[in-house]
């Protein structure tokens, strides 16, 4: 017993050495502007926290962290590489500063990662998964020197069943190719561009979400899928199980708290329907969050079991008193109102710094009165919407864009509709596979009401054929064709872009058949001397020299939105949340080192946006979705 103070001792200054040595091997590429959280970036174990908020498991292990990298020319055989240039901080893409390397890869080459993994005993004992959040854009990977598996899809989370490619022993050795042809390829890319300029911005290659292992039983659950009734007062939830075996069943129960609401066995391939009594309604007031247990069961045994969360709200539309359809949250018309968010960081780029960095802007967001976030041609950590759904933000998910080359059509209140583009057959299969992804993989996450399969037109085609098979994916959410696009008489809304001020399409040519909403209107310039991303000619719709003049500007917005609402319109999105390189239209500067207007200020004028006197909707439970 009086060796284990020296015992401890010992382990706390070889894991002190173990982070120095990392910390040696590891700095942030200098030249550009960092966040505040840069500095707080653990080399030896960067972003830590669970990466699947739906469905916890205990056994797992983070695979974050220094890895050794390579860029090839692409023309080179597929081989694993003999050697690396040097070590990268995954998950941090390699062009930003936190990833070390601060490095391009054109479409010309590819990007190698490999290290050796020490994978305990215990996770051995059982299947292991490998994971990754994201990978942009394509990639093969290597265990041991053995292919198990390819990918392709720069916005969802995958995994592989390494356990056959597995050596005795506990070290292991993974290898990662990615090819990314940026903007050269038909792939989803959002904003991504080889030469950056105006609302363009730098690419992002490769890993750039977590990469990690779990352990899982011979029979486990891949995946779950919950759905709230609110109306029937039931969720319906859904598990896809591997390895079944005859007879296996599965054991769902709801939790409020550690009182159990409901519980219910089904088939494995069945669904099961919880009734859940008087539920308590999610909301941006009262996010409230039902745990969720799903587990396997053979014989009265359970086999396997993970941890979730759901929420019962409903999102449909009806019309109000003088007919205009009105976007209903419970039945109820709230009026949503929110940022755009591009979800871009100086130092990681696509990648936050860390959680905490990650959450800031949606807190920002709650601090100003803002209830919604769009967020804008990307999609972000699973991590990003759970806190949404703690918090009580609303948000609209926009489909990654790629491929552009439609023609504009005229502005609502809309003269024409112009062609949609032909994409090639390859381009359509990219489009629909991330696409029916993304929203399998986001499905179960209730801060997310809306779906926005193009905008402005980038890539824009088959649009009433693309609007309807998003609206068959999902029926329980509402679906914006395009935001800011070509309209289509098709889809749940129309949506208008208009800047700087705000504007809506008519309500009487429009509104009896779908909502209206002004889907980006603002961006108001101010620069910050000492927090922007070069140091001249930075960008903006409309510039201001001063933060009262910004303000006074936007006030007036706000008044006009006022007007809008009595109207018609039942949703706005200002551009945007933080400037984001050359662009200087956020209210936080790119770093978010300066938050350019006061929140309280915001907050107050946004108050009065969400006075339920200024629209009269009779709801119903009819009200409808599609």
Same mark, same amino acid.
């Given at each position: 017993?009086?060796?284990?103070?020296?015992?401890?001792?010992?382990?706390?200054?070889?894991?002190?050495?173990?982070?120095?040595?990392?910390?040696?091997?590891?700095?942030?590429?200098? =030249?550009?502007?960092?966040?505040?959280?840069?500095?707080?970036?653990?080399?030896?174990?960067?972003?830590?926290?669970?990466?699947?908020?739906?469905?916890?498991?205990?056994?797992?292990?983070?695979?974050?962290?220094?890895?050794?990298?390579?860029?090839?020319? #692409? +023309?080179?055989?597929?081989?694993?590489?003999?050697?690396?240039?040097?070590?990268?901080?995954?998950?941090?893409?390699?062009?930003?500063?936190?990833?070390?390397?601060?490095?391009?890869?054109?479409?010309?080459?590819?990007?190698?990662?490999?290290? +050796?993994?020490?994978?305990?005993?215990?996770?051995?004992?059982?299947?292991?998964?490998?994971?990754?959040?994201?990978?942009?854009?394509?990639?093969?990977?290597?265990?041991?020197?053995?292919?198990? /598996?390819?990918?392709?899809?720069?916005?969802?989370?995958?995994?592989?069943?390494?356990?056959?490619?597995?050596?005795?022993?506990?070290?292991?050795?993974?290898?990662? %190719?990615?090819?990314?042809?940026?903007?050269?390829?038909?792939?989803?890319?959002?904003?991504?561009?080889?030469?950056?300029?105006?609302?363009?911005?730098?690419?992002?290659?490769?890993?750039?979400?977590?990469?990690?292992?779990?352990?899982?039983?011979?029979?486990?659950?891949?995946?779950?899928?919950?759905?709230?009734?609110?109306?029937?007062q039931v969720v319906n939830v859904a598990a896809q199980v591997q390895?079944?075996?005859?007879?296996?069943?599965?054991?769902?129960?709801?939790?409020?708290?550690?009182?159990?609401?409901?519980?219910?066995?089904?088939?494995? @391939?069945?669904?099961?329907?919880? $009734?859940?009594?008087?539920?308590?309604?999610?909301?941006?007031?009262?996010?409230?969050?039902?745990?969720?247990?799903?587990?396997?069961?053979?014989?009265?045994?359970?086999?396997?079991?993970?941890?979730?969360?759901?929420?019962? &709200? $409903?999102?449909?539309?009806?019309?109000?008193? @003088? /007919?205009?359809? %009105?976007?209903?949250?419970?039945?109820?018309?709230?009026?949503?109102?929110?940022?755009?968010? #591009?979800?871009?960081?100086?130092?990681?780029?696509?990648?936050?710094?860390?959680?905490?960095?990650?959450?800031?802007?949606?807190?920002?967001?709650?601090?100003?009165?803002?209830?919604?976030?769009r967020k804008h041609v990307k999609v972000e950590p699973a991590r990003?919407?759970?806190?949404?759904?703690?918090?009580?933000?609303?948000?609209?998910?926009?489909?990654?864009?790629?491929?552009?080359?439609? &023609?504009?059509?005229?502005?609502?209140?809309?003269?024409?509709?112009?062609?949609?583009?032909?994409?090639?057959?390859?381009?359509?299969?990219?489009?629909?596979?991330?696409?029916?992804?993304?929203?399998?993989?986001?499905?179960?996450?209730?801060?997310?009401?809306?779906?926005?399969?193009?905008?402005?037109?980038?890539?824009?085609?088959?649009?009433?054929?693309?609007?309807?098979?998003?609206?068959?994916?999902?029926? !329980?959410?509402?679906? @914006?064709?395009? +935001? /800011?696009?070509?309209?289509?008489?098709?889809?749940?809304?129309?949506?208008?872009?208009?800047?700087? =001020?705000?504007?809506?399409? %008519?309500?009487?040519?429009?509104?009896? @058949?779908?909502?209206?909403?002004?889907?980006?209107?603002?961006?108001?310039?101010?620069?910050?001397?000492?927090? *922007?991303?070069?140091?001249?000619?930075?960008?903006?719709?409309?510039?201001?020299?001063?933060?009262?003049?910004?303000?006074? &500007?936007?006030?007036?917005? *706000?008044?006009?939105?006022?007007?809008?609402?009595?109207?018609?319109?039942?949703?706005?999105?200002? *551009?945007?949340?933080?400037?984001?390189?050359?662009?200087?239209?956020g209210f936080m500067t790119y770093d978010r080192k300066v938050i350019?207007?006061?929140?309280? $200020?915001?907050?107050?004028?946004?108050?009065?946006?969400?006075?339920?006197?200024?629209?009269?909707?009779?709801? !119903?439970?009819?009200? $409808?979705?599609?």
């Amino acid at each position: 017993m009086k060796r284990t103070p020296f015992l401890l001792l010992f382990i706390l200054l070889f894991q002190a050495e173990f982070v120095n040595a990392q910390k040696a091997d590891w700095k942030p590429v200098a =030249g550009k502007i960092t966040s505040p959280w840069a500095e707080k970036v653990n080399p030896a174990n960067p972003l830590p926290e669970y990466p699947r908020p739906h469905m916890v498991r205990d056994n797992w292990q983070n695979l974050n962290g220094l890895w050794q990298y390579t860029v090839q020319p #692409q +023309s080179q055989n597929e081989s694993i590489p003999a050697s690396f240039e040097g070590s990268i901080l995954v998950p941090y893409p390699i062009e930003s500063a936190l990833s070390g390397v601060g490095k391009t890869v054109s479409k010309e080459n590819v990007l190698w990662y490999q290290r +050796s993994v020490n994978v305990p005993s215990k996770l051995q004992k059982q299947k292991v998964l490998l994971h990754f959040g994201a990978v942009d854009w394509q990639c093969d990977v290597f265990v041991n020197g053995q292919k198990v /598996g390819s990918h392709q899809g720069g916005y969802d989370p995958f995994s592989m069943d390494i356990t056959s490619a597995l050596k005795k022993g506990n070290q292991q050795e993974i290898a990662i %190719r990615v090819w990314d042809p940026t903007d050269e390829g038909p792939q989803p890319r959002g904003k991504q561009v080889k030469k950056p300029e105006g609302i363009w911005y730098t690419p992002v290659t490769g890993i750039w979400q977590t990469v990690w292992l779990e352990a899982v039983p011979e029979t486990y659950i891949a995946s779950t899928k919950q759905t709230p009734d609110i109306d029937k007062q039931v969720v319906n939830v859904a598990a896809q199980v591997q390895n079944l075996q005859a007879n296996d069943r599965v054991r769902v129960s709801a939790w409020d708290g550690k009182k159990k609401v409901a519980e219910q066995e089904v088939s494995a @391939n069945g669904t099961a329907a919880l $009734k859940v009594p008087n539920p308590k309604l999610w909301a941006p007031e009262n996010p409230f969050l039902y745990d969720l247990r799903v587990a396997v069961v053979r014989n009265g045994k359970v086999v396997d079991e993970v941890k979730s969360y759901f929420a019962m &709200r $409903k999102i449909s539309m009806a019309p109000d008193a @003088n /007919g205009t359809q %009105r976007m209903l949250l419970n039945n109820k018309f709230v009026f949503q109102y929110g940022f755009l968010d #591009q979800g871009w960081w100086p130092d990681g780029l696509y990648t936050a710094p860390t959680e905490e960095a990650l959450l800031f802007d949606v807190n920002k967001t709650k601090e100003m009165g803002f209830n919604m976030i769009r967020k804008h041609v990307k999609v972000e950590p699973a991590r990003w919407y759970y806190y949404c759904d703690k918090i009580g933000m609303l948000v609209w998910q926009d489909m990654p864009s790629g491929d552009l080359g439609a &023609r504009w059509g005229n502005q609502p209140g809309i003269e024409g509709v112009a062609e949609d583009m032909n994409r090639t057959a390859e381009s359509e299969r990219v489009y629909r596979t991330e696409w029916a992804e993304i929203m399998k993989d986001l499905h179960n996450f209730p801060s997310i009401l809306v779906w926005v399969p193009f905008n402005e037109a980038w890539g824009q085609f088959k649009t009433a054929e693309i609007t309807n098979w998003t609206m068959q994916q999902d029926p !329980s959410r509402l679906v @914006n064709s395009a +935001s /800011g696009g070509n309209f289509h008489p098709v889809g749940h809304i129309i949506d208008l872009h208009n800047y700087p =001020g705000p504007a809506m399409p %008519r309500a009487d040519l429009f509104g009896q @058949n779908q909502i209206i909403v002004l889907g980006e209107y603002g961006g108001l310039g101010l620069p910050i001397e000492g927090h *922007t991303w070069q140091q001249k000619d930075n960008w903006g719709y409309q510039s201001f020299k001063t933060a009262d003049e910004m303000f006074d &500007r936007y006030k007036s917005f *706000t008044n006009k939105l006022e007007e809008l609402i009595k109207k018609g319109l039942s949703a706005a999105v200002y *551009t945007q949340t933080t400037d984001v390189e050359v662009e200087t239209n956020g209210f936080m500067t790119y770093d978010r080192k300066v938050i350019k207007v006061p929140t309280e $200020k915001l907050k107050e004028v946004h108050t009065k946006l969400y006075n339920p006197s200024l629209v009269n909707v009779k709801a !119903s439970a009819t009200n $409808k979705r599609n």
